[in-house]
């Protein structure tokens, strides 16, 4: 028996040891490649695939059903990928034209560059039957969705064609689209394959589920024939036009204007980008999409400006990213005017470096100049960021932080405390080589006129993760005078902890794929009180995926509250609020259930009642999607919270809806439109986009916003963009 054990161990170590060593090699050629989906050149006939495929969902234990092959070619200036996805016919499922599509519920295939070899960040080009393209930033080693950055753009080039049982892709992709190391031989490199008609997501090397399919720690090799030389990468600039006219009802105040300016880049070596704005404007990016919030605390919503996307995890992934994030740089932008409301803030100029100094170390420096608004009492600010992270053991690394914001001369309406803000901070992410073991582990102190103490936070993480059992170990402490104004800190003087246990299980048989039962305790005490419990949380809940895509999540919450000051949860404009200084325990349940995505029309739903303070709180969030694919698809998002609290407090019914609709005429030409209405803020809005890429990179944008007072249906702001920018590389 031992001997049997003995020799099982070893097989499945060699197997092992055999899918790590995978490796493609990447052949180097003097000839032209035309781009045109057919790979009829020489070149590519000679080209050994990676193929050998193996399964990921539904299981992980299997080869794929439909293979493919993934070939290599790279000249002095470009990468070249030729690449043939087998299909069981042409039944694809292609949501829609538009660039940057997400990847789940669609036929597609996606490949992932590692080019530093560090297991932490990477580069990724993916394409679907139609030859529609995505290109994605990836950082802290595919640990975590946050890590995906799909706003950034690149240029690159690729077409499709459609065969009876297969399709090709064919890509051209500048080697300085790339970052890497001047005569590197060897990148990691993997990739991963959505198959809709045989219900399969198959992965180039071998990746265990409990792990995301884009995990870093599993990877293979691109071998290149002669080393890579120095990437020739041009200084780029965009250029932009804007012609705008608006009207402020409620203020009877309109504006029409004429703007210019514009982003430039500089690669510096191999491995550095210089970045540079001048007067940015960022009035074709989507608005974004309101939330319903009944806390007390602050919302954090992603960044979506495409200045501050790349390597933003240089700057942005410090300290906790729910507590304690000392950058978060939508705070660049928005100032507080006089009456302490949130209001755009023009930046006048910006620059930023960021990129691998060599192998192990990386740096991030980033400086936006604002301008003053003196009539909103709002100074002219500097706010610089500097960043370093330094690779250790596999995939680990270490970081140093230092942030500040300063007005740039004195002011009357400038309070002392206010004249500068400064943060200097360490981290230290664990990832193991297989990414069983993961971590982070910070301390960040700031700086502020008149403030001599309990200006820190500090937290940990430990996170073990294989396929049974996943455990967390997690706190943070963020003292009561820690301030960062260019961070999201939503509330200080606390001490959080926030462990998670969880069981997980593989079913053989049945349409269940697999489950899982956890339970998460999220415990708040006041410092300052000594030790006060203030909150404290328990998620109790069963997850289950189904074979058919399919997913079902049951809950329940256990809450404490109590109150330091006076709170309406609904909202309510003259209710009585909640008292201060009350504690308030209730229970609450809930369930979620997310629909094949593969339909043609697919939907979620998350219904929830229970226990709300003192009262009861009945929530339903749903959204349906419906395609007619390719070019047209639309969703509704509905956000319903019926809140009973007994007298004298207020009820409240809260209900947000959000259509959206999204046209795509041509793989050039997109036409969105984003409706919200939301009874609590009493407005409606209207945002609708067109688009038209004329060229690579460069685009003619018209947008159009209106903005309607619901209570009387009066109209409070409107405004037409016309917005042109263009791409020029020197």
């Given at each position: 028996m031992k001997k049997l054990l003995f020799l099982l161990f070893f097989a499945a170590f060699c197997a092992q040891s055999q899918i790590k060593k995978k490796s493609v090699v990447v052949k180097y050629i003097n000839q032209e490649i035309t781009i045109d989906g057919a790979l009829n050149e020489n070149a590519w006939a000679g080209a050994k695939p990676a193929t050998d495929?193996?399964?990921y969902f539904p299981t992980d234990t299997a080869r794929a059903i439909r293979q493919a092959e993934i070939k290599f070619l790279f000249d002095d200036e470009n990468l070249y990928v030729g690449?043939?996805?087998?299909?069981?016919?042409?039944?694809?499922?292609?949501?829609?034209?538009?660039?940057?599509?997400?990847?789940?519920?669609?036929d597609n295939i996606t490949l992932m560059f590692d080019t530093f070899n560090d297991g932490t960040n990477a580069f990724i080009f993916g394409s679907n039957p139609y030859g529609v393209r995505r290109e994605i930033l990836l950082s802290g080693g595919g640990n975590d969705l946050r890590g995906f950055n799909g706003a950034w753009d690149t240029k690159w080039f690729g077409e499709s064609k459609i065969h009876d049982d297969h399709y090709i892709l064919e890509w051209k992709i500048p080697l300085y689209a790339f970052k890497y190391r001047e005569g590197e031989t060897k990148w990691r490199f993997n990739s991963y394959h959505f198959d809709t008609q045989d219900n399969e997501r198959n992965t180039w090397i071998n990746i265990p589920q409990n792990q995301f399919i884009f995990n870093l720690a599993y990877m293979g090799d691109m071998i290149f024939e002669k080393p890579l030389g120095k990437s020739k990468s041009p200084i780029w600039i965009a250029p932009y036009i804007n012609a705008f006219t608006g009207k402020d009802y409620e203020s009877n105040e309109s504006d029409n204007s004429f703007t210019f300016g514009g982003d430039a880049r500089l690669t510096v070596g191999n491995s550095m980008n210089l970045d540079v704005t001048i007067n940015p404007d960022f009035s074709q990016v989507e608005v974004d999409q309101q939330v319903t919030n009944l806390t007390r605390f602050e919302i954090g919503l992603p960044e979506r400006r495409q200045f501050f996307i790349e390597n933003s995890?240089?700057?942005?992934?410090?300290?906790?990213?729910?507590?304690?994030n000392p950058f978060f740089s939508?705070?660049?932008?928005?100032?507080?005017?006089?009456?302490?409301?949130?209001?755009q803030n023009r930046i006048i100029a910006g620059a930023?470096?960021?990129?691998?100094?060599?192998?192990?170390?990386?740096?991030?420096?980033?400086?936006?100049?604002?301008?003053?608004?003196?009539?909103?009492e709002i100074p002219s600010v500097n706010n610089a960021v500097i960043s370093l992270q330094q690779k250790v053991f596999s995939r680990s690394n270490i970081s140093l932080l230092f942030i500040n914001k300063q007005a740039t001369k004195d002011y009357t309406f400038l309070a002392e405390q206010d004249r500068f803000n400064r943060v200097v901070g360490v981290d230290y992410v664990l990832a193991s080589k297989d990414n069983t073991w993961s971590g982070k582990y910070f301390f960040n102190k700031s700086f502020s006129p008149g403030v001599k103490s309990k200006d820190?936070?500090?937290?940990?993480?430990?996170?073990?993760?294989?396929?049974?059992?996943?455990?967390?170990?997690?706190?943070?402490?963020?003292?009561?005078n820690f301030r960062s104004d260019l961070g999201f800190i939503r509330r200080t003087d606390i001490f959080k902890i926030n462990p998670q246990f969880e069981l997980k299980f593989w079913p053989k048989k049945g349409n269940i794929q697999r489950?899982?039962?956890?339970?998460?305790?999220?415990y708040i005490w006041r410092p300052s009180m000594d030790y006060l419990n203030s909150d404290y949380t328990i998620f109790s809940q069963w997850r289950a995926s189904f074979k058919n895509n399919a997913e079902l999540n049951i809950r329940m919450a256990n809450r404490f509250i109590r109150l330091f000051g006076e709170f309406d949860p609904t909202g309510t404009d003259g209710a009585i609020p909640l008292p201060a200084n009350q504690n308030y325990h209730y229970t609450s349940f809930g369930m979620s259930f997310r629909s094949d995505q593969r339909k043609t029309v697919s939907y979620r739903v998350n219904p929830s009642y229970g226990g709300f303070f003192n009262g009861t709180r009945l929530s339903l969030e749903a959204n349906m999607t419906v395609r007619l694919q390719p070019y047209f698809s639309g969703s509704i998002q509905v956000n319903y919270d019926k809140i009973n609290l007994p007298n004298p407090y207020p009820d409240a019914s809260i209900l947000l809806v959000g259509p959206r609709l999204d046209v795509t005429f041509t793989k050039n030409i997109f036409w969105a439109t984003f409706l919200q209405y939301?009874?609590?803020?009493?407005?409606?809005?209207?945002?609708?986009?067109?688009?038209?890429?004329?060229?690579?990179?460069?685009?003619?944008?018209l947008v159009y916003n209106d903005n309607y007072a619901t209570d009387i249906f009066s109209p409070r702001f409107r405004s037409l963009n016309l917005k042109f920018t263009y791409w020029l590389n020197i």
């Open positions: 495929f193996f399964q690449i043939k996805v087998y299909a069981k016919g042409k039944d694809y499922i292609v949501p829609s034209l538009r660039r940057d599509f997400r990847a789940g519920g669609s995890d240089l700057f942005g992934d410090f300290g906790d990213s729910r507590d304690a939508r705070r660049i932008g928005i100032a507080r005017d006089a009456n302490d409301n949130n209001i930023r470096l960021s990129g691998k100094l060599n192998d192990d170390l990386r740096l991030g420096f980033l400086n936006m100049q604002t301008d003053e608004d003196v009539a909103n820190f936070t500090a937290g940990f993480r430990t996170e073990f993760n294989n396929r049974r059992l996943g455990i967390r170990l997690s706190g943070v402490y963020v003292a009561g489950h899982s039962f956890s339970v998460t305790p999220i939301s009874n609590q803020r009493k407005n409606f809005s209207i945002n609708t986009r067109l688009q038209w890429r004329v060229a690579p990179l460069s685009d003619l944008f």
